[in-house]
């Protein structure tokens, strides 16, 4: 089940420069574990602007939930969910999708 | 260069339904020519609106313009464009992503 | 899998009072065939507004927007989707829930 | 009489990590309380938000306006309210509802 | 118990001037009967603006919804509503309030 | 003449409890100095959210400006104000208003 | 007794030009009617906009209402209403101003 | 060349209220300055909210952005800027304007 | 001066064709006309939305909203204007700007 | 490929001043280099706010999040990005475009 997930990053002014980046390396750590159990299918940056746009691919909303609110970047991010179904119009195999 | 594009539809309440399935057929056609040529990357259902979810793969402004502005239903569509990059947490290879 | 939607309707001005009548019936049959299969778990009137609150319970977006776009409604609805999960503090057996 | 209630967390970013468990617990011994009380029916957690939906069933705004001003979250959530009317294409008993 | 409800007229500009003004009049005709059993507390023109605020008392939401989806003007109406609870600080016998 | 003012209070989350206390009560003082003067009409609580909905009577924005900038709370209220104007359908004598 | 009134014109695009004539002529005429009267105290137009920012001095909400809602454009209007009321910093007598 | 310029105030919780008079006393002396010169044409409170409505007659953008930015208060203003033109309706000589 | 200037057209959707490519004739030879005469400095296609964002090099309000609310588009136009003034870090002579 | 950026500063109260015209001087800097090279097209002040509207001329959505998310100011910046195509209308050779 597919879910279309924007997080823009609201990061404190006052961020001391070493948690800063420690959390940077730990959400880094977590999103590249989801991506590669297949859970955290797309992840692009949203050109000038500190934040990204996912698509993820899970089994609940509770494991929707999971995964989001243990970002270590959580706590300082607005998040938008939209729920992604299939489309009529999709061809069946498009040629291989780029990252 | 990939762009994040959400499409809703505002359907004329007093559209001929003759004039309505050739227009959606109109518009099929339109979309998979594009998903054959690798433009239309990805093409998902706004769960619960008449709307989508797309990425286009496009070498130009103009270009996006050009594919965007000829879709049939262009008269009857709220877009919204988000240009995206490179996110530096993505890792190369995800498992092959669903449609 | 449950999802909170919320419906306004935006119907038209110039809308024949027969057909009218006649959509609101085949609306009312819809849902109630909805709600005796446990697909439209919810269903409340918005106090001072045409439009209502449900919640549904689906397997899957497919089935949401197949549920969402096939309402008599549909073409006059603006809907909100809030996809929901367990509530960490939920206790197991509330009191009957009242409708 | 129902009214569906919508809160989100705006938790301070310098919460002390002692005294921010210790307001969970209190906020989960609060709302569990009610739930028993049958005056919290619904409460559902709003997948990758720090929030909920829930639907309170009181018998006056005052009390509505008592049980949500003492939530010990109170200070820090924003709150949507919307009074829930009788739908007239409710069907009277709809299987079992889920939590 | 009183609800504060703003209404603003979404008049249409195609109206028939006949219909229009019976219209005004089955409204005029509604609302001095609530106003006179007491459900209409207060009603004040917005200056410069085709609308009103009231305070409507009643027994239920659905008595609310019954009221103001059978106003004549209801298929014209934006419709915002606030339910009102005691202040703390109201004094209990404040001098004749004005119309 | 008459307005509606609507004032929602974004307390600071770091505000000293005792300072709290005071300023609580300086602002009751204030308002019911107010109410029994009949400048401030009509006070009702919003339920669910830390502010009012009332009814000002002033004689020109010079006094109502007065009244509202040296409130207490002033500092941190948002505030939007309606002027009301004498509806054409409000019958004359309405039943005792309640409070 | 001065309100700062913003006013832009959604002018209906099936406006039969005779008609749309006239309006603009009546609307000039009540206008200036008004300015004369020391009412309409100040009227700029919003550069690029089909709409006016002015400074009515009324004596009363219904005065300003009657004002308003009597302008022959008043249906096609969207108003916004600021009161206005002596700045503490403002000096006497300022130069004479331009219109 | 006229702007109507709407300014509401951000004043920090925090400020200390020393340097807040001074910063006070500092902006009525540059508005004055200003308003003697012609540049700041009009100058309203907007009742009920810490800010004003101006018309500031420039002779260029530069000129507007230098005198707004040079403001003591600035750094904490939100701050709307609408041009204004000759409105086609007014007449010539309105009678002499109130402040 | 310059002014950047934001247009988004809102087409009829019942648009006679023929009347319509008229109408982009006609905008099309009023606009080169400006552009040529050096008022209309910039003209960009906002990529996907049938709008454009330009600069207008002008010697008043008047000729401003003189330029905008001739253009044949202008019935059917959602402006945006933002005055531009010189920025402090711009460098004099930047390589020959692309169109 | 074209994109206009427009960028609001939001500078944080307590900024040490020393450290924000070390700031300020580098922004100018990395402002002016860009400038140079031609990726910065143009560069305007946006009147009466701190902020600017530019025009960036980029190769790729990477290359223009490397531009903006480098900038001194980012982390207090707020960012609109709108691609930018060639119009249909525009003529080749404008005179001479101002800075």
Known sequence: MLFLVRMEVDWP?????????????????????LQRYGKWRHLWRIAGVFGNVSVFDVDSHDELHEILSNLPFFPYLNIEITPLARHPSRIDAPPAAPP
């Open 13 to 33: 002014k006052d961020m001391d420069p070493e948690a800063g980046r420690a959390l940077v390396e730990a959400e880094r750590t977590y999103s590249q574990r």
